[in-house]
C-alpha cells in the first residue's frame, strides 16, 4: 500500500473498500423512464377559404399488459443495469412507438413511494416537440396501441389562504385528452403552494381520473406548465415547424401551446430575430400567397 493512500475505520482502502462492498445492504428500487412527445397538427378545416385551427396533441399508448391493462399512459419502460437514462429512454421509445431519433429534454424525476402498484419506482420523465407528419406511429412491445391525443388543461379553481407568515394558494386544473374512435381521457389536478417567509413549497396531487394510468396525469399537467415557460424564452416551438413556415403558422403554433390569442405585431416583432425572411411564397387555392419563411438557427448568438 503506498504510504499516502487513505483509508477508513476500518483500515480499508479504496480498492479492498469495493471488493467487499455488498451492493444489496440498501433497498434498490427499480427506475423507469417516461416520454412526452407532443405536436401540433391542423384540426378540420370548416371550408377551404378558412386557415385551419391548430390543436396540441400528445403521444399516448394503451396498456396491454397489467397494471392498468387497456388504460392509455405515456411510452416508457425500466431503465436496464447497462444503460443510461437518456439511452433508456430512447430505447423505450422506439420499441413501444417506433420513433426514433428525436431530441428529448430530461423534464423531472417523480419518485413518490405509492406512484406505482408492482413496487417502489422512481421514473424520470422526458419531453419533445416533434413535427408528427415525419414520425410513423407503430405500437410494438407491451403497447396495444398508440395514438396522438389532443390536449387541453385549464385552471377551473383558485383559491388563497393569509396565513400568519405568508399564505397557502390551491389551485383546481381539468386536464382533458380527446382521440377520434376513443373515449375521452380526464382527470382533476390540485397543485398547492405555500409561503413561509422566504420558504416556498409546491406540491400535486391527482383528485379525480378516468382511463389515464399510474400518475400519469400528473405528469401531463407539469409538462404543459414547463411547455408553456419554454417557449417564452426558447426556440422549442420551432421543433414542430416545417423547414418553411409563415408567420401565421408560426403563431398559430404559439397561441396553440399558450392557450391565448397574441397580438400579430407584438408576436411579429418578438420573433423577428428567429426566422429568417425567404423569396418563397405559398400556392394554398383560396388563399392569398404569403411570404415563406426559415428558422435562423443563429438567433441566439445576438446575446452571448
Given at each position: 500500500m503506498a504510504s499516502n493512500e487513505k483509508v477508513n475505520s476500518h483500515g480499508q482502502t479504496e480498492k479492498e473498500f469495493l471488493a467487499a462492498y455488498n451492493p444489496y445492504k440498501y433497498e434498490r428500487p427499480s427506475v423507469t423512464v417516461d416520454m412526452l412527445i407532443f405536436t401540433v397538427t391542423d384540426a378540420k378545416k370548416r371550408n377551404y377559404r378558412t386557415l385551419p385551427d391548430k390543436e396540441l396533441k400528445l403521444l399516448l399508448i394503451k396498456r396491454g399488459e397489467h397494471p392498468f391493462i387497456g388504460q392509455w399512459a405515456l411510452p416508457g419502460?425500466?431503465?436496464?443495469?447497462?444503460?443510461?437514462?437518456?439511452?433508456?429512454?430512447?430505447?423505450?421509445?422506439?420499441?413501444?412507438?417506433?420513433?426514433?431519433?428525436?431530441?428529448?429534454?430530461?423534464?423531472?424525476?417523480?419518485?413518490?413511494?405509492?406512484?406505482?402498484?408492482?413496487?417502489?419506482?422512481?421514473?424520470?420523465?422526458?419531453?419533445?416537440?416533434?413535427?408528427?407528419?415525419?414520425?410513423?406511429?407503430?405500437?410494438?412491445?407491451?403497447?396495444?396501441?398508440?395514438?396522438?391525443?389532443?390536449?387541453?388543461?385549464?385552471?377551473?379553481?383558485?383559491?388563497?389562504?393569509?396565513?400568519?407568515?405568508?399564505?397557502?394558494?390551491?389551485?383546481?386544473?381539468?386536464?382533458?385528452?380527446?382521440?377520434?374512435?376513443?373515449?375521452?381521457?380526464?382527470?382533476?389536478?390540485?397543485?398547492?403552494?405555500?409561503?413561509?417567509?422566504?420558504?416556498?413549497?409546491?406540491?400535486?396531487?391527482?383528485?379525480?381520473?378516468?382511463?389515464?394510468?399510474?400518475?400519469?396525469?400528473?405528469?401531463?399537467?407539469?409538462?404543459?406548465?414547463?411547455?408553456?415557460?419554454?417557449?417564452?424564452?426558447?426556440?422549442?416551438?420551432?421543433n414542430l415547424m416545417p423547414e418553411l413556415f409563415t408567420l401565421t403558422q408560426l403563431q398559430q403554433v404559439y397561441e396553440v401551446i399558450l392557450d391565448t390569442e397574441l397580438l400579430k405585431a407584438n408576436f411579429r416583432r418578438k420573433t423577428a430575430h428567429m426566422v429568417i425572411e425567404t423569396n418563397q411564397y405559398t400556392k394554398d387555392a383560396g388563399h392569398r400567397p404569403s411570404k415563406l419563411y426559415r428558422f435562423n438557427t443563429d438567433w441566439n448568438k445576438e446575446n452571448e
Open positions: 419502460g425500466f431503465v436496464k443495469m447497462d444503460e443510461s437514462l437518456e439511452q433508456a429512454a430512447v430505447r423505450e421509445l422506439k420499441e413501444e412507438t417506433n420513433i426514433d431519433s428525436i431530441y428529448m429534454e430530461q423534464l423531472y424525476t417523480w419518485g413518490e413511494a405509492d406512484r406505482d402498484p408492482r413496487a417502489r419506482i422512481i421514473s424520470t420523465s422526458y419531453m419533445a416537440l416533434a413535427d408528427s407528419s415525419t414520425l410513423e406511429v407503430v405500437a410494438n412491445d407491451d403497447a396495444a396501441d398508440a395514438k396522438w391525443f389532443s390536449v387541453q388543461c385549464k385552471l377551473f379553481q383558485e383559491h388563497r389562504t393569509l396565513t400568519g407568515t405568508g399564505y397557502e394558494q390551491q389551485r383546481l386544473y381539468k386536464l382533458k385528452l380527446a382521440c377520434e374512435g376513443e373515449k375521452d381521457l380526464e382527470a382533476v389536478i390540485k397543485k398547492v403552494k405555500t409561503v413561509s417567509g422566504r420558504t416556498v413549497r409546491t406540491y400535486g396531487s391527482i383528485e379525480e381520473c378516468s382511463g389515464i394510468a399510474f400518475d400519469h396525469a400528473g405528469i401531463i399537467e407539469y409538462a404543459l406548465e414547463r411547455l408553456r415557460s419554454k417557449i417564452e424564452y426558447t426556440d422549442i416551438a420551432f
